[in-house]
């Protein structure tokens, strides 16, 4: 049985990527080998990097100067690897502060170089993005989170900045159109939008490497990365295969463009019942509402518990908010289908009426 699945992450893949994965566990390509006990250098698995990586560079229109890597240690890792490659120990990098995850990696840079934080919500516990923020035209490059899966916040233009620009897309990568290219680093961890838990994706432009002064662990330089076609060590082999093939799923669903539009609205579904139903209110600006995490309490906060038991016989999982919030949190990453928000509404309507 499934279930409606809005867990914030690891979080729904489609069907048929799942039972795609669980043939190729038992035999892959016909190879009398599991995809768990193939070599990674093998021809077998040389395929399936290459199209993963490919797949990337087409979804997301990337340029030559692109390079695609798939890597290990999540966006956390890439909170230190992005300023120990590209921030010099005497130079500045800009950070807009938009939640926890942002505010992670402000503390991970401070180690290689000085943090300018150009905006911040903090103030306002994460509940809107900054409009007013200045950025050093000296700064070695611009830090965002497009999307803040805790708060419910999204940045719905991204910011004009004449300094390179990177961006953590873990919970938002490929949900929307977007001139991806405007970036001179992507980062995101692919367990939301992009397959399961266990790799990062990383879009890199090579011309912005090499420009430090220190010397950068093996593991953790870019460059050698791309010299070895992001298999420098062995790589999380069935996690970049689950990528593969949600990348496919997207590509035949029509990418990023037919995510938006079901994304979109997914989103208006629920915030329209959110904001008409009594008992609920959202928690964000509305002009920053995110389509991917959709956050809100409820005015009678004894409740909570009631509606949460509630929705789980209605085999409705994954919507208590997170633990520093409270509340609830339905996330509406690409493979939720429709008809799940509508259950999560239902149950929504039903509920306030019992209680009217």
Not at 182 to 200: D, E, R
Not at 238 to 245: D, E, G, H
Request: charged share 25%.
């Amino acid at each position: 049985m499934k279930v409606h699945n809005f867990n914030a992450g690891p979080s729904v893949l489609p069907n048929e990527v799942l039972y795609k994965a669980s043939k190729a566990l038992i035999d892959f390509e016909g190879s009398g080998m599991s995809i768990l006990e193939i070599g990674h250098r093998t021809p077998l698995f040389q395929a399936v990097m290459d199209e993963a990586r490919n797949l990337v560079r087409e979804l997301m229109q990337l340029e030559d100067d692109f390079e695609v890597l798939y890597l290990h240690g999540g966006a956390t890792q890439q909170f230190l690897q992005v300023p120990m490659n590209l921030l010099e120990n005497d130079g500045t990098a800009s950070y807009i502060d938009t939640g926890v995850w942002s505010n992670k990696a402000i503390k991970e840079a401070k180690q290689f170089g000085f943090v300018d934080v150009a905006g911040s919500s903090k103030e306002s516990n994460y509940n809107y993005i900054p409009k007013q923020f200045n950025v050093s035209p000296k700064s070695t490059y611009l830090h965002i989170t497009t999307n803040n899966t805790i708060y419910g916040t999204q940045w719905q233009q991204l910011p004009e900045v004449d300094v390179p620009l990177v961006g953590d897309m873990s919970s938002d990568i490929l949900s929307r159109q977007m001139d991806f290219n405007k970036f001179s680093l992507i980062y995101a961890g692919v367990q939301k939008n992009m397959g399961a838990a266990g790799v990062t994706m990383v879009a890199v432009r090579k011309s912005i490497l090499g420009k430090v002064t220190r010397k950068i662990p093996t593991i953790l330089d870019y460059r050698n990365h791309v010299e070895n076609g992001s298999m420098l060590n062995t790589p999380p082999v069935f996690s970049i295969y689950i990528s593969m093939l949600t990348l496919r799923w997207l590509r035949d669903q029509g990418g990023a463009a037919a995510m938006e539009k079901l994304n979109e609205k997914k989103a208006a579904l629920l915030y329209d019942e959110i904001d008409q139903n009594p008992l609920f209110r959202g928690t964000v600006a509305k002009e920053d509402r995110s389509r991917m995490n959709v956050c809100f309490i409820m005015d009678k906060p004894e409740l909570e518990d009631e509606f949460l038991k509630f929705t789980k016989k209605e085999d409705i999982v994954g919507i208590k908010g997170h633990r520093s919030v409270g509340g609830f949190r339905a996330s509406l990453y690409n493979a939720l289908p429709y008809e799940s928000v509508e259950v999560l509404v239902e149950a929504m309507k039903y509920f306030s009426l019992k209680k009217a």
